[in-house]
């Protein structure tokens, strides 16, 4: 049974850091295009970042670039995102998906592309 499992989040402060973690079992990793997708409060959920190939090639939302690290610990069927300078609007409930992409080169952030999802950790961002 394919399962992720994210964690790490929490509250933090404006300008502070955070690693969500994305765990997969019953699958590699390596074959699928991993998204990271966060949803604000009264917001539709939107894309972060997302990795595929064995290359590990990434891809982040304009929100968040050169602020976010996608990374990918094979050995582990780990994907994290390591965020930082965090903003308040950095704050809502992230969540990782996947979808099957053995030959991919390119990933991409529409929620429609991805066919597993976890439930999802919050993250707030507050003084």
């Known amino acids: 049974q394919l399962q992720l499992v994210e964690s790490g989040g929490g509250l933090v402060q404006p300008g502070g850091s955070l690693r969500l973690s994305c765990a997969a079992s019953?699958?590699?990793?390596?074959?699928?295009?991993i998204g990271w997708f966060r949803q604000a409060p009264g917001k539709e959920r939107e894309g972060v970042s997302c990795?595929?190939?064995?290359?590990?090639?990434?891809y982040h939302a304009d929100s968040v670039r050169g602020r976010v690290t996608i990374s990918r610990d094979n050995a582990k069927n780990t994907v994290y995102l390591q965020m930082n300078s965090l903003k308040p609007e950095d704050t809502g409930v992230y969540s990782c998906?996947?979808?099957?992409?053995?030959?991919?080169?390119?990933?991409?952030?529409?929620?429609?592309?991805?066919?597993?999802w976890g439930q999802g950790t919050q993250v707030t961002v507050s003084s």
């Open positions: 998906a996947a979808v099957w992409a053995p030959s991919a080169t390119s990933c991409d952030l529409d929620l429609s592309t991805y066919d597993y």
């Open positions: 019953g699958f590699v990793l390596n074959h699928y295009a």
């Open positions: 990795i595929v190939g064995f290359d590990g090639i990434t």
